[in-house]
Nanobody, 126 residues
Framework: VQLQASGGGLVQTGGSLRLSCAVS????????MGWFRQAPGKEREFVGA????????IYGDSVKGRFNISRDNPRNTMYLQMNTLKPEDTAAYYC????????????????????WGQGTQVTVSS
């Protein structure tokens, strides 16, 4: 299973970006996906996650109301729409996936995801 994250870049405070994460390879038909981020010198932080059919999403407190996760299952792609960006959103953003075998309440934990993308850098200038 391979995950390819893209869409990162440099944006000014208050701007928007949309990240994508494309999944390929052998993965079950029902898989949850998540976004995490990591800034230099900091621990990996949960951004948000979506269940297999897109009916449930959860978000980290720092991005609630500003970020939105969606997925297009026929395209095997997940998106992260980031609005009202702040300098503290600057980080490498990683997408992750796992086949659905546990409650979505566990999706905040990076340890439950066996598949990870390579990360895409988001830099928000002040």
């Amino acid at each position: 299973v391979q995950l390819q994250a893209s869409g990162g870049g440099l944006v000014q405070t208050g701007g928007s970006l949309r990240l994508s994460c494309a999944v390929s390879g052998r993965i079950g038909s029902k898989y949850a996906m998540g976004w995490f981020r990591q800034a230099p010198g900091k621990e990996r932080e949960f951004v948000g996650a979506v269940n297999w059919d897109g009916s449930k999403t959860i978000y980290g407190d720092s991005v609630k109301g500003r970020f939105n996760i969606s997925r297009d299952n026929p395209r095997n792609t997940m998106y992260l729409q980031m609005n009202t960006l702040k300098p503290e959103d600057t980080a490498a953003y990683y997408c992750a996936a796992r086949e659905v075998t546990i409650s979505y309440t566990y999706y905040v934990n990076p340890a439950i995801y066996p598949y990870w993308g390579q990360g895409t850098q988001v830099t928000v200038s002040s």
